[in-house]
């Protein structure tokens, strides 16, 4: 199983950036797609997370209304649209999977995901 997160960069504060995670070998009908971030010398936080099967979508308080969280089940990917691009925003995003379905109590755990991508970097600066 692999994960491919892209489409980081650097954006300048207020703007937009969107990022893409690509699996492979991961085949599931129902399970939780989600995406972390790690700002530099921070813990690893939760930024969105989307259910496979319904599209129900979660978000950080800290994105909310700002992020969209999006998939394409038939290309098995998973999408962040990150708008109005704050400073804070700056981290390395990782996108994460798990096969199964998590329960709405622990879809902000790190632990309840299976599977992690390499990261890809977002770095908001004037």
């Known amino acids: 199983v692999q994960l491919q997160a892209s489409g980081g960069g650097m954006v300048q504060p207020g703007g937009s950036l969107g990022l893409s995670c690509a699996t492979s070998?991961?085949?599931?009908?129902?399970?939780?797609m989600a995406w972390f971030r790690q700002a530099p010398g921070q813990e690893r936080e939760f930024v969105s997370a989307?259910?496979?099967?319904?599209?129900?979508?979660y978000y950080a308080d800290s994105v909310k209304g700002r992020f969209t969280i999006s998939r394409d089940k038939v290309k098995n990917m998973v999408f962040l649209q990150m708008d109005s691009l704050i400073p804070e925003d700056t981290a390395v995003y990782y996108c994460?999977?798990?096969?199964?379905?998590?329960?709405?109590?622990?879809?902000?755990?790190?632990?309840?995901?299976?599977?992690w991508g390499q990261g890809t970097l977002v770095t908001v600066s004037s």
């Open positions: 994460a999977a798990s096969s199964r379905k998590v329960i709405l109590s622990a879809v902000r755990a790190g632990g309840s995901y299976a599977y």
């Open positions: 989307i259910m496979w099967a319904s599209g129900h979508t």
């Open positions: 070998g991961l085949a599931f009908s129902s399970g939780t």
